[in-house]
């Protein structure tokens, strides 16, 4: 019986998305526009990159024609003339938001039909009866920030005063999240775990995605770090997903990174937690070597949208790919016969866009193993055909959206 890897590079669009103009996103292109400014000399750092991107194993793959399928133009400095080894394909979101969610559950055939809950720009974007109910759970003394904001400029900006005050630092962005940072030594990240498990709770009406706990340390502007102990809290998917019917038929499904958190919990058979996409690629491979026959492996590689995307680093990002690409046969070289791997994306966040949120775009689809021959299977109509198509490969039963390319 065969297996499935899934790996999720988050935030690696191609863009081309037919609506990306109502999401105020219309030209965004993450690869394109990373390739781009590699090509122009632009994404130099001395000691991490220099030069055109370089991603052979993904051009092998396919990813220069997908993206030409989903835009019509060749990435910059890339290769269109390699002959594909793999079946590539671009896929098109249908659900009605470009975040993380949305995203994640459409890729395992659950499109989102309905719209998110957003909190509103400016000074004070939560609502006051709302931070009344949330100091009264946490028994706090008030709040920082209250406002969108970047994490890391947030955590610069009052990171210090929540040290004195003891205040957690409240933020969101244009995704539908209500986001927590707190010190992980002064504040507690079980006092932070609990708060956010509150929030989760007083959110649920207004229809938020997620909260997030984001733990911090450090003890001034220049050394507070973000840590791995970040933890998502969403709500339940509306459907039941692929990880749900793998479960259900006596697969094993292997979340690695933020996977469980994305799905909450639901569809999990075991969750493995690792920080930054170096420790997530060894946990990926060690998650390869125990998986049986029928089981299901799924990484998500945050780092590309966490510390490249949403800084708007192009030459981090850049240097993030070539390092992925470097290590991808190691993925290959641990594949049993009939196995399949799927290298797609939830959304985009390219770096050289305005603002530092996500964009609308369409995102690549490569897969490769023994259970797949080479060549195109074009422009996927909805994220939900990477996730039928895995269902088929594993011989579970299908789900109402989508339709397999395999």
Partial sequence: MARAIILLLDSFGIGGAPDAEQFGDSGANTLGHIAEQCAAGLANREGLREGPLSLPNLTSLGLVQAARLA???TPSGMDDTIQPIGLYACATEVSQGKDTPSGHWEIAG???PFEWG???KGEETF???LLEQIYEIGNLPGSLANRHASGTTIIAEFGEEHIRSGKPIFYTSADSVFQIAAHENYFGLDRLYD???GVR?????????RVIARPFVGETPEDFQRTGNRRDYSVLPPEPTLLDRAV???RMVIAV???SDIYAHQGISEMRKADGNEALFETTLTAMEDAGEGDMVFTNFVDFDMHYGHRRDVAGYAAALERFDERLPEIARRLKRDDLVVITADHGCDPTWRGNDHTRERVPVLCFGSAVSAGPAGIRDTFADIGESVAVHLGLPPGPHGRSFI
């Fill in 195 to 197: 708060l956010c498990t």
């Fill in 110 to 112: 659950v499109p989102v």
């Fill in 201 to 209: 709770k007083l959110v649920d009406p207004l229809n938020i995605g």
């Fill in 118 to 120: 957003y909190f509103p």
């Fill in 257 to 259: 990174g933020k996977i």
């Fill in 127 to 129: 609502p006051p009866e």
């Fill in 71 to 73: 835009t019509g133009i």
């Fill in 248 to 250: 259900k038929d006596g």
